[in-house]
Structures are given as C-alpha cells and as structure tokens.
C-alpha cells in the first residue's frame, strides 16, 4: 500500500467549533457594555414621546428617576386605568414626590447634592394635570432641573 | 520522532454553552435604557411678597394649548408646525430702534415695533390645560427649544463657524478634555447671552 493512499474516502471531515466560544463572548461583551442592570422593574405603561432638540444625559449617577404612566396589565385590577407616579418600586401619590427627591437627595454624595437632574419618564397619553403636580413639589423641594426623557425622533409623531 | 507524553489536552466543547449561560443571563437582567431629552429648568418659588417684574407686554409671547391640543399663540389659532417659524419670528425681530440702548446688532428680524425690542427681553410664556396630552405638550416644547438652537447655531456659525448644539454636546460630553472644555465654556456662554432661554411656564389651568 502506498503511503500516500487517501484515507478515510468520501468522509466530511468534522467542523472545528473552536472559535465558537470567542463569538460568543464577543456577543457578551456587547451586551454587558451597551446595556445596564435593571434596578427598578417597571409597573406602568412606559412609551416615551419623540422630540428631537434632545440633550444626553451624562453621569448616570446624578439622576433621579420618576416614572408615570398608566398601570401594566396586571396591576390594572388593583389601581385602575389612569395614569399614576411610580418611585422606585411603588405607586404613590404626588405628594409624596417631595419627600422621595429629598430621600434620594440625601443618599448621594455631599459634592454632587446641588447637580442632580430629574428625569422625568413619562408615557405619551399621561395628562398634564399629573406633571403640573409633580413639577409643583419639585419646585417645593428646589429640586428644579428636569429633563422630559424622551426618544429621539420627529416630534410631530406624537400627534398622531 | 515521539511525542512527548504533555497534559492531556482538555476538551474546549462546553466552552459555549457556559458563553451562552452568561449572555442569556445578560439579556433577561438588563435594559438599554433611553436617556436622552430635553432639559429644562424649572422656575424657583417665589417668595409671596415679593411683586413680579414689570415686563411689556409685546415682550412677550403667548402660547397656550388647549385640552383637544389645539394651540393659540398672540390670541390667534395656529397649527403646531408654524410655531418653530414664528418663535423665530418673535425672538429675533429685534424691534427696538438703532441708537437705543436695547438695539440689537445681530438680529435679522423684520424690526416690527410691536414685537419684542431684544431677544434678550424676550420671554416666551407657555400655559397648557390640565387635560393637555403629554405628548403635545412635549411637540411644543420641542418646537420651542428648536427655535432657541436655530438662531444659537446661526449666530455660532456666524461667529466661530461652528453649530452651538454640537459645541454644547463637545462641552457636556465628560469625555472632552479640561483645556477643550474652557475653550469651548466661553464661546457657549457667549451665545447663550446672545439668545437667553426664557421660556416661562405658567400654572397649569385648572378649567
């Protein structure tokens, strides 16, 4: 026989899935560096309005969020259809949006207490009666940058 | 020739699988979260003896937005995609008569002596309804802001060549480096005086 005889005839040889892991991790990355960890879950409908004269926000530890919106599905039965506050994890009332911004306020550091920004994530069919509420205790507590978080887009979708 | 007897190699298979794990992981525990919008400063409380200032009243510019979303800006009815146009319009007319001392060099506006003497006088007043939906009232706020930043990039192009939004992006970016930055304070703040946000929001309306 010769040395140099084929072996194996007519077999596919098996494909290597070495590099296989790497791709993955590749995936990974991505994800752990564009995305972050939930620290709230969201009880209220959350779809934010379009603009397009928007700024970043920068420094994601000089916001406080304050989340409105009509209640999920599941909280429906128990707090109705109309749009209601959400503080990090409950429903509240406006009045108690003071009280929160000063408890979140107290929490951060002394040098950046005077810099923090509220954003406000509202859903598009949220009232204005609601927002006027909460921009009245924001002003009571001179918690007075806000930032109407919204996506970036053609404003003009909103009114359709 | 031999080979010599090493580690054995191990077996990289399941490699993946625990790449998968973690990104699945990843996945489910996280959000792109949008953080991007507009800003705006609220006004402080007044302190209730003190009497607000005096300002005239052709000054000022209305705009109200009622419970259907309907706007009425200066007492006339005007469809929301005229309102970029006519804030413009108002902040850069410039009315005041050259030779005064509120005249405004820079302005290219039509000088109607019954519009507002100086975009530095200007304030725009917004009111909107309780019933008002959000998402009108942010189309106006909008068209509002973008008012401002079309005659800040105009004024900024003119003066150092350059957008203001994207100088005023480079100037909050934390990434910018300090000697950019002090560069860059100087010229944003000059523009800013030049066209001072005074966009005024009265109490909500409760009929």
Redesign the interface.
């Known amino acids: 026989m010769s040395k140099f005889a084929k072996k194996k005839d007519g077999e596919v040889p098996a494909v290597s899935?070495?590099s296989?892991?790497d791709i993955?991790?590749m995936?990974?990355f991505f994800?752990?560096t564009?995305?972050?960890?939930?620290d709230s879950s969201l009880k209220v409908d959350n779809v934010?309005?379009?603009?397009?004269?928007?700024?970043?926000?920068?420094?994601?530890d000089r916001v406080i969020y304050i989340y409105v919106g009509k209640p999920t599905k599941e909280y429906e039965k128990t707090f109705g259809t109309e749009p209601k506050i959400q503080l990090n994890d409950k429903f509240a009332s406006p009045s108690e949006v003071g009280d929160y911004i000063l408890m979140e306020r107290a929490k951060k550091p002394q040098e950046i207490q005077n810099v923090l920004?509220t954003?406000l994530?509202?859903?598009?069919?949220?009232?204005?009666?609601l927002?006027?509420d909460i921009?009245?205790e924001?002003?009571?507590v001179?918690?007075?940058?806000?930032?109407?978080?919204?996506?970036?887009g053609d404003?003009?979708n909103?009114?359709q | 020739m031999a080979r010599r007897a090493g580690a054995p190699e191990v077996s990289a298979g399941s490699m993946a699988d625990i790449a998968f794990l973690l990104l699945i992981f990843f996945l489910v525990t996280t959000t792109i979260e949008t953080d991007a919008g507009l800003d705006r400063m609220l006004p402080p409380m007044e302190p209730p003896t003190e009497a607000p200032p005096i300002i005239k009243q052709k000054n000022i510019f209305t705009v109200n937005i009622n419970r259907n979303g309907q706007l009425l800006v200066e007492d006339e009815i005007l469809s929301i995609d005229k309102l970029r146009e006519r804030a413009v319009a108002f902040l850069d007319n410039g009315g005041a008569p050259s030779g005064s001392p509120d005249y405004c060099s820079y302005c290219k506006g039509k000088r109607n002596a019954e519009s507002s003497d100086n975009p530095t006088k200007a304030i725009i007043s917004l009111k909107n309804d309780r019933e008002t939906k959000y998402s009108t009232y942010i189309t106006v706020q909008n068209e509002l802001v973008g008012a401002y930043n079309d005659l800040r990039n105009r004024e900024a192009k003119r003066l150092f060549g350059k957008d203001y939004v994207e100088m005023e992006a480079e100037y909050l970016n934390p990434e910018t480096e300090d000697s950019v930055k002090e560069e860059l304070k100087e010229k944003v703040q000059r523009i800013q005086g030049l066209f001072p946000q005074k966009l005024s929001e009265a109490e909500t309306s409760s009929e």
Do not use: H
Request: hydrophobic share 45%; no cysteine; net charge positive.
């Open positions: 899935t070495a296989l892991p993955v991790f995936l990974l994800f752990m564009v995305t972050v960890m939930k934010l309005p379009n603009a397009s004269e928007v700024k970043k926000l920068e420094k994601k920004t954003a994530k509202v859903d598009k069919n949220a009232n204005m009666g927002i006027s921009k009245q924001l002003r009571k001179n918690a007075l940058k806000v930032n109407y978080t919204t996506y970036e404003a003009f909103n009114l």
